[in-house]
């Protein structure tokens, strides 16, 4: 089946600096990607829509200018959360589509102290 | 968008038993109806999905049904294994756009 990975796995940074996290489909090519939050013991979060080629759709109440997102090439999306701060430490799992089914990269942990 | 409920949020079961997990969505246009199974602190992964044309789909111990009227589909699981426990979540999707997902339900299932 098709594969998707991410990098880091697991980052903690300093409040205030800003963290690049790094979606790729490695077996195939994703003109969509989609990245979601998860908090501890609760569900996904569809944070935004990676468009190749073009602007993110972002969800209703993110921020675009906090979370960065840019997709230059058909295998790979990032997201760039900008001045983090304590309350941004979450678990960021990006996705990318094959005809229906959605298949999950294995999630950045982001710790910001 | 969308909105997708969850319940039950916890379920415990004894091995042997079955387990069955509701989910409602509020877009009629919503046409795919994936289920994911998350242990902690892994990826999702895909366990059965059905879509708006079919009303159930079955896989050895897993089963989905789909009411497309009342806009509910809801995950049975039979002869539930100690391997079962994990975190479910369901989630509606208009055909390859984004994924919007229930709240989850964490099961349990005890020797």
Request: one cysteine or more; charged letters at 20%; aromatic letters at 10%.
């Amino acid at each position: 089946g098709a594969v998707v990975s991410q990098h880091p796995s697991w980052v903690i940074c300093k409040s205030g600096t800003s963290v690049k996290i790094e979606c790729r489909s490695l077996d195939f090519q994703a003109t969509t990607m989609f990245w979601y939050r998860q908090f501890p013991k609760q569900s996904l979060m569809l944070m935004a829509t990676s468009n190749e080629g073009s602007k993110a759709t972002y969800e209703q109440g993110v921020e675009k200018d906090k979370f960065l997102i840019n997709h230059a090439s058909l295998t790979l999306s990032t997201l760039t959360v900008t001045s983090a701060h304590p309350e941004d430490s979450s678990f960021y799992i990006c996705s990318a589509p094959v005809g229906d089914t959605q298949y999950f990269g294995p999630g950045t942990r982001l710790t910001v102290l | 968008g969308e909105n997708v409920e969850q319940h039950p949020s916890t379920l415990s079961v004894q091995e042997g038993d079955s387990a069955v997990i509701k989910c409602t969505y509020s877009d009629s246009a919503s046409n795919y109806f994936p289920w994911y199974k998350q242990e902690l602190g892994k990826r999702p992964q895909l366990i059965i999905d059905i879509r708006s044309n079919v009303g159930e789909k079955k896989d050895q111990r897993i089963a989905v049904t789909l009411n497309k009227t009342a806009k509910h589909f809801s995950l049975h699981i039979t002869e539930t294994q100690p391997e079962d426990s994990a975190v479910y979540f369901c989630a509606a999707s208009y055909t390859g756009n984004q994924f919007y997902f229930g709240t989850g339900t964490s099961l349990t299932v005890i020797p």
